[in-house]
């Protein structure tokens, strides 16, 4: 085994201890709670031994890091989350690789993938990132739409060719009333998200949690749960 790979194994097995441990104490089934490992500003050779450890899902947050690491690692069955702020010019890009965009947060957006996936033939998932910090019309520092926004952008989602409303994302804010209070953001967004299957019974993911409040998140209902850092480690840079 090289070092890298057991250094990835050393750190999937704590995230999938911490995990486990999470869904025990919300007594949830360990597999209704779905690892994302995001791999941005990492090479593709990790993708590649994440895969062989059974990794199954990936994000990714900018184009131009995904685009060909995804294209290196065509060959594996795995399933491409993009996380990040999208550009409409970026779209198309996207659209070739991934599997479920988790940052649909405009109407000019949806428009874009929409024609997009219809360009490729293909129906692509779509979740729509909730910005707890966001006033009402606003999008959040880090992306995403306010509240207010969600039912309008999943009807718009639902209705375009080529997409399929999923559910919801949200990244836990660093300002605004839910800094530093996790368990409360996720707790929200659940709400949210109850809300939303109200309309949509199938949009039924709710993305939330990092490595640093993946418990969080499973406690509150999360069905995934999106971790970087404590599998690869600490980013080289800024991504
Ligand atoms: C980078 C990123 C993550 C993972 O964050 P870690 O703290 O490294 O686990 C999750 N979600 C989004 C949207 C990200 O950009």
Known sequence: MTDRRA????????????????????GRARQDVTLIVVTKTYPASDVRILHELGVRHVAENRDQDAAPKAAECADLPLTWHFVGQLQTNKVRSVVSYADIVQSVDRIRLVTALSAAAAREGRELGCLVQVA??????????????????????????????????????????????????????????????????GNHPAANMVSAGMSSDLEDAVAAGATHVRVGTAVLGVRPRLG
Do not use: H, K
């Open 7 to 26: 250094q990835l194994a050393e750190n999937l097995a704590r995230v999938e201890e911490r995990i486990a441990a999470a869904c025990d104490a919300a």
């Open 132 to 197: 707890l910090d966001a006033e009402s019309g606003e999008r959040g520092e880090r992306g995403g739409v306010g509240p207010d926004g969600i039912e309008e952008l999943a009807a718009a989602v639902e209705s375009a060719p080529g997409l399929r409303l999923d559910g919801l994302m949200t990244v836990a804010p660093l300002a605004g009333p839910y800094a530093g209070r996790q368990r409360a953001a996720f707790d929200r967004l659940m709400e949210f998200s109850s809300r939303l299957r």
